[in-house]
């Protein structure tokens, strides 16, 4: 094909970039030959001239159509090339957020540095079992392809982790593992798949470091080999470490850190286990803080180690031996930092007492004084003397290094050997599976010796890798048979052979090592003189002599020559080694003894086991330690690197390929540079040449014509398609050499199917346009045709608009002047009169103001005379009180004045002798006037002292010192200065109180001025008030009415909420019962587990144990007695026989039972307690409705405690009628007491009529009684048991250590021994009570056929006279039984009183039944009568013989009437139950029971058995039937479990045997439905809840087998027929696809399609209507059946990009409309099914709504509510256009729809749970067949059971 055919306008190409390495443009003129540039156009408008190479002319790589970018498989791309990759990586990974991408067999993984949900166990389900090509590209994919092929080509495999530090490679094979861990389990209990992954965080710890371009880089290689059994089970594993990094241990860069292990230490120096090992920060030792980063962001030091820790004790490492390990690890940081000085030039010390050389040396148990010596000392050998050379101090910190290193990776190697050990099983390897996780190509600033090895192991995988790739091609041409040519590809054996071969680089290192005076200098000439002029591959940089360059695979680097003979040489001093081995410390020692020597720490020998696997390392001689250490370190790598090879050679690989997309680690940044450099170097772009040389495109004939049929005429399809196909592409490509015809496929060259999409893009282009063209056209002339008819019509319309718009013109006008007319005539009649009218009123307003003036003038005069009166009168009053208060104050100063004289003249006349004698000469009359002076003043006093209450205790003690002093002068005197200051005191008080009383007055004033006001106040309130209540009324009124609305709605809203609030309850009732039934499966498992362990056990011992086993039917003394605690009863049983082989069983397994029983008992117990509190809550809900309930069943309760009391005092009666007859008996014993006739006789029979007609009264209220006691007792029952689920086995508390679990283990042996010898002595008790009741028994067959003799007697009787012979009888019998126990024993003969009671009811029952049955067979017998009659005797003498009839007269009539005598029951010996159960049971074939019998009939024969051992009132038979039955059913299930029809048959009959216990146990609840003949079969002896519970229990067990099933039989139909599979055909094309070929989406024999579906749902379907399962139970299988359809096609849909696009979602919603439709036909709509197909139906809405703007994201929202927000943006992300009219979602569009769902509540789960079960329920549903109809068939093989 010419470039001018694709180098056309609008062709857009990739032109190389400085910053994107590749640009894309797109051509804006065509090509032609011979044009020396290419007009181009940027992405951003920018137009260029691109230049071409003048001497190669080579045109840009063309870019591919949209519809091939972001494809799964880069050889899927029509142009293969490195801007293509690159390109499709990119979208991939930036706009889809898709880390894994095909190339072939590649798998590329880019490090997204964030975590992704896409490694769950869920995942892992979805991949596994499917085909590589079948899913989008996945770690998994490659792990399950892997063990895929391993099974089926009995071949071993590889998984080949490459990629540069950074880039994911120790995670991708951490996932490998994990994978193969879960899908394959382990052939034994011993967690071997556990220990595989418990390896990972080891080796993590100890080799593994912080670098500046990862955070988790491993810094060694290592492969895993995982073995596996015959079975593909995993066995055990085995590691192989390659070329550690030892200079790692003592040196550091900056940014970076040494390994974890050191980092993790420090982090935890402050537990005290550790306190011994002096450690500290990590700052604080030479060897951790050399990077100054001793802290990784996120990750917690301590943490990691205690999962360190744990994962060692896992791998069986215990605490000794880690105490050891860390004692080394924290040495090694102590010798870091012994700090060598120098003494002088030549030599160097150690400074005495160094504290770290100390705990140094007591770490490792050697004395300080030898290792202070041979750290700063050497030893020099020769032929016959020894020198002891001091070393300067550079070379002393060498050799302190070295000797670091050289421990370290001792210790490395002890702990890779010994975990290996404990990988290691007995059991033989048949395969295995190795993952390579190695480091990838490395080039750096500085390259070293490290480098060269890395590099030198990348050339060998990568032509490892190149010869596998071209040897795939060549398979696949040669399958093809297609002619093919050598392809050329790059080989670069040359550059390994340059490093390995002889004279090679590696070869002259190791000779320059064993020189004398060898340096890194002399061997960089000797590598200049051997290979620079004879290698081209080798060259020499300008500018130096100490380094060269090779030219690897993936780019050329520089290596630095110095260091290399150092450490290729990784010498120690020899005698710092004999140092260490003489040390006390015994893992020391054993570090540094042969491997031979050492000893596993777990205490066990590794077993051969026929294992056979490589070798990790070359096998060591067993010459001295000097002979090894002189091995070089390239020459044991290149022996190793040999060995790996030999083993990939020897596996098929798989190859994963990790790029690092950024240095920064920056989550989903893709740097173009940085990736196409790792693409160069891992090959990637190699496989995409390789691909390219030949026919990278391949396409079935049927996928060509599907995708290419538009480029083809009618008369091109023919009907051989392949003729076809080769007929069109001979026309439409000419060059034949750009395709080949294979057998089934045809290979096209790079870039012809671009050039066929783009003819069928023309093609469809072109059909677009013409059909664009019509319809345009068709829309014109349409749009013409309207406008011109709308043009006419306006034209029609508007000229008689016209024209009534003149005619209504002329009559308005003509209205108008006459309408003018009048209204001047009235305007100016208006005028006229408003201005008289304003006249007259001006002229009487200016008269009213002219008298309103003259009025206001003498109303003013006269009120100012009135104010003159009174202002004057006012004034003159003022004058008069001014003129008095001035006239009484001059009258009261007048009189001061004048008293003031008075008192000075009295006072002088006081002091004067004379005054006192005249004073003394009238005493006794001024005593006397005093004294009444004084009683006149006590009485004032006493007034005042009423108002003044304080003065009153002053004055009345004063007053009675005065009575006392009346004698005496003096003191009279001193009583009248007394008195005097009193008065003055009383005068003080006075003027008090009138100022008080003043003030009280004004305060007064005050107050009523304010009461005044307040009143004021008050009224203004009060009549606010009133109106406030007026208002108020209203507001009543309107608030009553609000009131009355809101209770209303009120009641709604708490209608509302009841309603939730009951719904929610239902949602957590199926919850729990979900949970429940959850542990009723994980039971079974254990149960499954427990078997298969003992069958292993025994088999292992080859020892029977027959005397420790027992039935489950003999060991039981309550009803309940098989539960699941049956099982857990054999486990005790088979206690001892275990401990035989206790030995045999690996210490874990124990461990994991025990730790799983201890967490089932708490997530029992967890469960117990939640359904408590629902109870709680369900009872608080019900309170209401159980008051009332009680208050109806008290009444009930009373009137039946009356009935009681009334039967027991009938039963009284009784009991003194039979002791007076019993009297009468025993009164004349000689006379005959039995005879007919006799008193005794007659008493008896008086009695007896008496008891028959007392029990007619009574018995219907017996049984009244007794069936309401029963349905209270199981009411009660059912309340307690509804909410606490079963209880199997005792809570068992965790045990915390070893000791306790050594304790617990002994003890359990303890119990088990007592519990045997308990089972013995309850068996010699057992077999006791067998021989006694078998007497019995004999006793009772006697009794039988003396009771058949005297029953063959009556017989012959007439029917008058045997009532009165059986009663005889029985009444002799009675009466002889009487007489012996009364004889033999008083207390026995009391409980015969009873027996004799019980006999004679039961007698009375049977004389009934007797009557009825002869009413019966008399009307039978008149009918056969009427029969006979009717039949000819001719016919019956024809038919028969006389002698027959004389030999068999009744033979015709005899068997109707047993028949018809039968009452629902079978009997059966005890020795025929396994008879019963073999026959019913195990050997019953389902299809023909289904077909010819009654649904149900095995249910309802057992319970019929059942109702006979019931009638006969034997427990031990109830017990031993049903649980043969469960044990049998579920002994059948596990046999034939896989099968549809066995699972369904039998879920129908437990159901139907569960629905007769239920409808027969006498229940009233269960008894609404029933007949009366039903009812009358109740059972009538025992009480079968529990049983019934236990039977619910295994029909839930049952119907989750049947979901397994039928999901097993579904599961691989639902991809192919929902999703791969085209309905409407011709709706969606096939796109390109890759290497990696996927499932055809076109029907070919043997493919599943949805009618297969549909066919599958409608056999199950109609299976289980055979087999009569109820409906309900069958609407919710096919409930959990749509379930399955839409989980497991939702999964795929979101894990599968091509299936991701418009017409797959109108495929799927095709395909749900017929699943709809298949519904509505069963008439099974009302199910649940559809709405479990909800989050399918919106994903498919999904993929067909617009998705651009914002209204769309709006509508998506609001349509996808089935479906979580992860699952819509991986819709989208995956969204994929098939054909280029179809647009891609844009990120900004998904961002949008992230933003809107952010506030969601939901899980992040991205696929749904495919193993959920739906909890199921068993509605009672009654029979309305009777059991006494049922007829047994002959086929059944049930002939031993009898009818009663």
Not at 1807 to 1827: G, R, W
């Amino acid at each position: 094909m010419a470039a001018s055919e694709l180098y056309t306008k609008c062709a857009r190409v990739w032109i190389p970039d400085v910053e994107e390495v590749w640009k894309s443009a797109e051509l804006i003129k065509d090509y032609k030959n011979g044009d020396a540039s290419l007009q181009l156009m940027l992405e951003d408008g920018t137009n260029i001239d691109h230049k071409l190479d003048p001497k190669t002319k080579n045109l840009p790589y063309l870019r591919n159509p949209d519809i091939l970018v972001g494809e799964n498989d880069l050889t899927a791309l029509s142009y293969l090339h490195e801007p293509a990759v690159l390109h499709n990586l990119k979208v991939r990974f930036i706009d889809s957020k898709l880390i894994y991408t095909y190339c072939g067999i590649v798998l590329v993984a880019i490090n997204p540095y964030e975590t992704l949900p896409i490694y769950g166990t869920d995942i892992i389900n979805a991949y596994s079992g499917q085909n590589m090509g079948d899913m989008d590209p996945h770690i998994f994919a490659v792990a399950e392809e892997a063990y895929k092929q391993m099974a089926r080509d009995e071949r071993n495999q590889s998984i080949i982790v490459s990629g540069e530090s950074g880039a994911g490679k120790t995670v991708s094979a951490k996932y490998a593992m994990r994978y193969f861990a879960t899908v394959s389990g382990s052939a034994s209990e011993a967690n071997v798949e556990e220990k595989v992954l418990a390896s990972n965080p080891i080796m993590e710890a100890i080799g593994n470091a912080k670098t500046t371009r990862n955070d988790n880089s491993s810094r060694f290689g290592k492969y895993i080999e995982i073995g596996f059994d015959t079975r593909f089970r995993i066995i055990g594993a085995n590691m192989r470490t390659y070329l550690l990094e030892k200079s790692r241990v003592v040196f550091q860069a900056d940014e970076e850190r040494n390994y974890h292990i050191f980092y993790q230490l420090c982090a935890s120096s402050h537990l005290p286990e550790f306190k011994n090992l002096k450690l500290s920060s990590a700052n604080d030792f030479l060897y951790t803080r050399q990077g100054r980063s001793p802290v990784i962001d996120g990750v917690d030091d301590t943490k990691e180690l205690c999962s360190t820790r744990n994962a060692f004790s896992l791998l069986g490492i215990n605490e000794s031996y880690q105490k050891g390990l860390f004692q080394v690890l924290a040495a090694i940081l102590h010798l870091g930092n012994v700090e060598i000085k120098d003494r002088d030039s030549d030599s160097s010390i150690i400074p005495p007492n160094n504290r770290h050389l100390t705990a140094f040396c007591e770490l490792v148990g050697v004395t300080y004084q030898d290792m202070s010596q041979w750290l700063c000392h050497r030893k020099l050998k020769t032929a016959t003397e020894t020198y002891i050379k001091p070393l300067p101090r550079l070379q002393a910190t060498n050799a302190r290094d070295a000797l670091s290193k050289h421990i370290y990776a001792k210790l490395f190697n002890w702990i890779v050997e010994h975990v290996n050990k404990a990988l290691i099983t007995n059991v033989k390897q048949h395969s295995f599976i190795g993952v390579l996780d190695i480091y990838g190509f490395e080039t750096f600033e500085i390259n070293s010796f490290e480098q060269f090895c890395i590099n030198y192991a990348n050339e060998k995988l990568q032509q490892q890798f190149n010869m596998h790739v071209f040897k795939l091609e060549q398979e696949e041409y040669m399958k093809e048979q297609i002619p093919w040519t050598l392809i050329d590809f790059y080989d670069n054996q040359p550059c390994i052979n340059l490093i390995e071969a002889k004279m090679g680089i590696l070869d002259l290192l190791d000779e320059e090592c064993r020189m004398p005076r060898g340096s890194d200098d002399s061997w960089a000439q000797k590598l200049y003189n051997t290979h620079l002029k004879t290698c081209s591959l080798f060259e020499k940089p300008r500018m130096s002599n100490r380094a060269f360059i090779i030219q690897h695979f993936a780019d050329k680097v520089e290596y630095q020559c110095d260091g290399f003979l150092e450490k290729n040489k990784d010498t120690v001093n020899e005698e710092q080694i004999n140092v260490l081995k003489a040390s006390k410390f015994d893992l020391l020692v054993e570090l540094f003894q042969d491997e031979e020597k050492a000893t596993s720490p777990t205490g066990q020998v590794p077993g051969t086991g026929g294992r056979t696997r490589l070798s990790v390392k070359p096998e060591k001689s067993r010459e001295t330690s000097s002979r090894e250490h002189k091995k070089t370190v390239g020459c044991q790598f290149r022996n190793s690197l040999q060995m790996l090879m030999d083993t990939l050679n020897a596996t098929t690989p798989h190859y994963v390929r990790c790029i690092k997309p950024n240095d920064f680690k920056l989550a989903f940044s893709f740097d173009p540079k940085r990736a196409v450099q790792q693409l160069r170097a891992c090959g990637v772009l190699e496989t995409i040449r390789i691909s390219a040389a030949g026919f990278p495109s391949r396409w079935t004939y049927q996928e060509f014509f599907s995708r290419y049929r538009v480029l083809m005429k009618q008369k091109d399809v023919l009907p051989d398609k392949k003729l076809t196909c080769r007929n069109v592409l001979e026309k439409l490509v000419q060059d034949q050499d750009k395709y080949q015809f294979g057998k089934t496929k045809i290979f096209f060259r790079a870039g012809q199917v671009a050039y066929l999409e783009k003819l069928r893009a023309d093609k469809l282009r072109a059909a677009c346009i013409r059909i664009q063209k019509t319809i345009r056209c068709w829309l014109a002339r349409k749009k013409y045709l309207r406008k011109r008819n709308a043009a006419i019509t306006i034209q029609r319309f508007t000229r008689g608009y016209q024209a009534r718009c003149l005619a209504k013109f002329l009559r308005r006008t003509q209205a108008a002047t006459i309408i003018q007319k009048y209204q001047r005539m009235c305007v100016e009649k208006k005028r006229y009169r408003q201005k008289q009218a304003a006249a007259l009123a001006m002229q009487t307003i200016l008269r009213a103001y002219m008298a309103r003036q003259k009025y206001q003038a003498l109303l003013r005069e006269h009120k100012a005379v009135i104010i003159q009166k009174h202002v004057r009168g006012w004034l003159a009053r003022c004058w008069y009180k001014r003129c008095l208060v001035s006239l009484v104050y001059l009258q009261c100063c007048f009189r001061r004045m004048k008293a003031r004289r008075e008192l000075k003249k009295l006072k002088i006349e006081a002091r004067s002798v004379e005054h006192f004698k005249k004073l003394n000469k009238g005493m006794e009359n001024k005593i006397m006037q005093l004294q009444r002076k004084i009683d006149e003043q006590n009485k004032d006093n006493r007034l005042i002292s009423d108002r003044l209450a304080g003065l009153e205790t002053s004055y009345t003690a004063e007053s009675e010192r005065m009575r006392g002093e009346l004698g005496r002068l003096r003191g009279v005197e001193e009583d009248a200065k007394n008195k005097g200051n009193q008065v003055n005191s009383l005068l003080e008080e006075l003027e008090k109180l009138r100022k008080e009383l003043s003030a009280t007055q004004q305060e007064k004033k005050t107050i009523e001025d304010w009461a005044q006001t307040y009143r004021d106040e008050m009224e203004k309130m009060v009549s606010e008030l009133k109106d406030q209540n007026g208002s108020l009324k209203k507001e009543k009124d309107d608030l009553n009415r609000s009131i009355q609305e809101q209770s209303q709605q009120m009641t709604e809203k708490m209608a509302r909420l009841i309603a939730e609030e009951t719904q929610q309850l239902e949602t957590d009732l199926n919850e729990e019962r979900s949970r429940y039934q959850n542990l009723l499966t994980e039971h079974l498992r254990l149960e499954e587990k427990y078997d298969d362990l003992k069958e292993e056990m025994a088999l292992s011992s080859n020892v029977s144990k027959p005397g420790h086993r027992r039935t489950d039917s003999t060991h039981s003394s309550n009803e309940s007695e098989y539960t699941y605690n049956s099982e857990y009863a054999e486990l005790e049983e088979g206690s001892r026989a275990a401990e035989d082989v206790t030995r045999g069983i690996d210490t874990p397994l124990t461990l994991k039972l025990q730790k799983r029983l201890t967490e089932l008992e708490q997530e029992k117990q967890s469960l117990r307690n939640e359904l408590e509190n629902k109870e709680e809550q369900f009872q608080r809900a019900r309170a209401r409705d159980d008051a009332e309930f009680k208050k109806a069943r008290g009444a009930e309760l009373e009137y039946e405690s009356l009935k009681r009391q009334e039967l027991e005092s009938e039963n009284k009666k009784l009991r003194h009628d039979l002791a007076e007859m019993r009297q009468s008996l025993l009164g004349h014993p000689a006379t005959g007491a039995g005879a007919p006739g006799s008193p005794a006789y007659k008493v008896l029979l008086d009695q007896l009529n008496a008891s028959c007609e007392e029990l007619e009264v009574r018995k219907e209220e017996v049984l009244i009684l007794r069936s309401q006691l029963v349905s209270q007792k199981e009411a009660m029952q059912h309340k307690e048991t509804m909410t606490e689920p079963s209880v199997y086995v005792e809570d068992v508390s965790k045990l915390k250590d070893a000791d306790e679990i050594k304790q617990a283990y002994i003890g359990l042996k303890d119990t088990n021994r007592l519990l045997e010898h308990q089972l013995q002595t309850q068996r010699r008790s057992y077999d006791n009570e067998v021989e006694a009741l078998r007497g019995e028994l004999q006793n009772v067959k006697e009794e039988n056929n003396r009771q058949q003799q005297l029953l063959a007697q009556n017989l012959q009787l007439p029917p008058e006279a045997r009532i009165e012979a059986s009663l005889q009888h029985e009444i002799t019998r009675l009466t002889n039984e009487n007489l012996e126990l009364l004889a033999d024993d008083p207390t026995a003969s009391r409980e015969a009183r009873v027996i004799i009671l019980r006999r004679m009811v039961d007698l009375m029952e049977q004389l009934e039944k007797q009557d009825r049955t002869i009413r019966k067979l008399k009307k039978q017998l008149k009918v056969y009568s009427k029969r006979i009659g009717e039949m000819g005797a001719g016919q019956a003498e024809g038919q028969t013989s006389p002698g027959q009839m004389v030999d068999e007269p009744i033979h015709p009539v005899n068997i109707p009437r047993r028949e018809k005598d039968f009452q629902g029951m079978l009997e059966y010996k005890k020795e025929d139950e396994l008879k019963l159960v073999k026959n019913l049971i195990l050997e019953l074939k389902p299809r023909g029971v289904a077909v010819n019998l009654i649904p149900g009939l095995p249910a309802y024969i057992l319970f019929m058995c059942l109702r006979h051992a019931d009638y006969l009132n034997d427990d031990q038979k109830v017990r031993t039937l049903l649980t043969s039955t469960i044990n049998s059913i579920k002994k059948i299930l596990k046999k034939r479990g896989d099968d549809f029809e066995t699972v369904s048959f039998w879920l129908s009959n437990t159901c139907r045997f569960l629905h007769c216990l239920k409808q027969y146990s006498g229940d009233p609840a269960f008894m609404k439905h029933n007949s009366q003949r039903q009812n009358e079969h109740s059972l009538s002896n025992f009480d079968l809840a529990e049983y019934r519970q236990v039977i619910s229990d295994l029909a839930i067990q049952i119907y989750q087998q049947l979901i397994k099933c039928m999901e097993n039989i579904l599961q691989p139909m639902i991809v192919s027929g929902m999703l791969e599979h085209e309905t409407i055909q011709g709706v969606s094309g096939v796109k390109p696809t890759g290497l990696r070929k996927r499932t055809s989406s076109i029907a070919d024999e043997g493919t599943d399609t949805l009618d297969s579906i549909l066919r599958q749902l409608s056999a199950f379907h109609s299976t289980m209507c055979q087999h009569g399962t109820d409906p309900e139970l069958i609407k919710q299988v096919v409930k959990q059946q749509f379930y399955i359809i839409g989980a497991v096609t939702l999964n795929n849909l979101l894990l599968r990009k091509d299936m991701c696009s418009w017409s797959k979602g109108m495929q799927i919603r095709y395909n749900v409309s017929q699943l709809e439709e298949w519904l509505r036909d069963k008439g099974l709509m009302t199910c649940g099914a559809k709405e479990t197909l909800e989050p399918l139906i919106q994903a498919a809405q999904l993929l067909q709504v617009k998705k651009k703007t914002d209204e769309d994201a709006e509508a998506i929202c609001s349509m996808c509510l089935a479906l979580t927000t992860a699952q819509i943006v991986k819709v989208l992300n995956l969204y994929t256009p098939v054909n280029e009219f179809e647009e891609r979602v844009s990120v900004a569009f998904i961002r949008t729809i992230q933003t809107r769902l952010r506030d969601r509540c939901e899980t992040p789960q991205l696929l749904m749970d495919t193993k959920m079960i739906y909890p199921v329920t068993f509605p009672f549903n009654p029979s309305s067949l009777a059991l006494e109809t049922i007829q047994i068939p002959t086929s059944l093989n049930l002939g031993f059971l009898t009818r009663v």
